[in-house]
């Protein structure tokens, strides 16, 4: 296992180098755009492309790689902002779409679009249909700006499902309770990690089981091409509710009503609150209206402290009933 997460820790401390490295943007030297990470990118290099909206004497080339996540690929989606494109006449126009090619990126023969092309002065959205798992794929930025004028600058940054990994899920546990995460999408070649290990039968797998002892975050880290990617997850150990233990029904508009915090969540909930004699004097089934503190008469209840049950009714959260006391201010 240790040998294990050394050789991730070491693949992607030399896949962040070698993203670091990168310069070039060219046809035969495309740069790594790697996904929620914003690239820097200059428009330098002459290129002829004549391929959809694009007819440019200088392009730049990015690449990127789809997720493992071979049951739904899903589609990605890139902006490109912060442009600086400015020739003699005034902002010049940028094109730009993702294709798929056969060899060179800048040989409109072998190449197929994977969406729409965009194009304009200012910032742009590029957004694809499904792409397909595990492939590689081309960004073509096109302009007739001449660099040799002034430069042409952007920022790209790509994003969605098809290019990420994804954990799931989000849990609310009972104390010594178990539940699976799983992590979908990443390259299974190079694995996995999640941080930290605490609870887990192991850290290095896509599926893991989780038995907390207490409110925790992991976070996976894995690799889709030369990309680190990452994703978390929580998993809450104990109630889903937050219960005030007291309120001021006293008709000046602060904290008049009992509202309990997450309750909305569980329209089946059921609460029931009592006197110190076990008499039942609300209930409520769902949460919608908070409790303003009057008897089931409709009248004031007086000052003092009362007692509560509160059943979630969710078949997905298997918790007990809560219980405890709340007071009555006035």
């Not at 490109?80 to 006449?89: F, H, L, P, R, Y």
């Not at 849990?171 to 010594?176: A, D, K, S, Y």
């Not at 104990?238 to 309750?263: A, E, L, M």
Request: a negative charge; hydrophobic letters at 35%.
């Amino acid at each position: 296992m240790r040998l294990h997460r050394i050789g991730i820790s070491l693949l992607l401390a030399l896949l962040t180098s070698a993203s670091a490295q990168l310069a070039a943007q060219s046809c035969n030297n495309p740069l790594t755009v790697c996904p929620e990470a914003p690239q820097s990118v200059f428009i330098t290099e002459p290129a002829f492309l004549n391929f959809e909206c694009i007819d440019a004497s200088y392009v730049a080339v990015l690449k990127f790689r789809s997720n493992h996540n071979f049951a739904n690929p899903g589609s990605a989606r890139i902006r490109i902002s912060q442009v600086n494109c400015e020739g003699a006449a005034g902002p010049d126009t940028l094109a730009a779409v993702v294709v798929s090619a056969s060899g060179d990126p800048c040989d409109a023969a072998g190449l197929t679009a994977m969406g729409p092309c965009v194009s304009g002065v200012d910032d742009l959205v590029w957004e694809s249909s499904t792409l397909v798992h595990d492939s590689e794929y081309f960004l073509l930025i096109g302009t007739e700006h001449n660099p040799a004028d002034t430069l042409c600058a952007m920022y790209v940054e790509l994003e969605g499902d098809g290019v990420t990994m994804d954990a799931c899920c989000n849990h609310t546990l009972i104390p010594g309770a178990s539940e699976t995460l799983t992590v979908v999408g990443g390259d299974p070649v190079y694995g996995y990690t999640w941080t930290p290990e605490f609870y887990l039968s192991d850290p290095n797998e896509a599926t893991t089981t989780v038995t907390p002892a207490e409110t925790i975050s992991y976070q996976v880290d894995g690799v889709i091409g030369d990309c680190q990617v990452t994703s978390s997850v929580t998993v809450t150990v104990g109630s889903p509710i937050g219960v005030p233990n007291s309120f001021t029904p006293n008709g000046d508009g602060i904290n008049d009503f009992w509202g309990i915090d997450g309750i909305s969540a569980f329209p089946g909930t059921k609460v029931e609150v009592f006197n110190r004699w076990g008499q039942l004097v609300h209930r409520s089934l769902g949460y919608a209206q908070p409790w303003d503190g009057t008897g089931r008469s409709g009248k004031p209840l007086n000052p003092g402290t009362y007692y509560y049950v509160i059943e979630l009714n969710d078949e997905t959260l298997p918790i007990p009933p809560e219980t405890g006391h709340v007071a009555i201010i006035r």
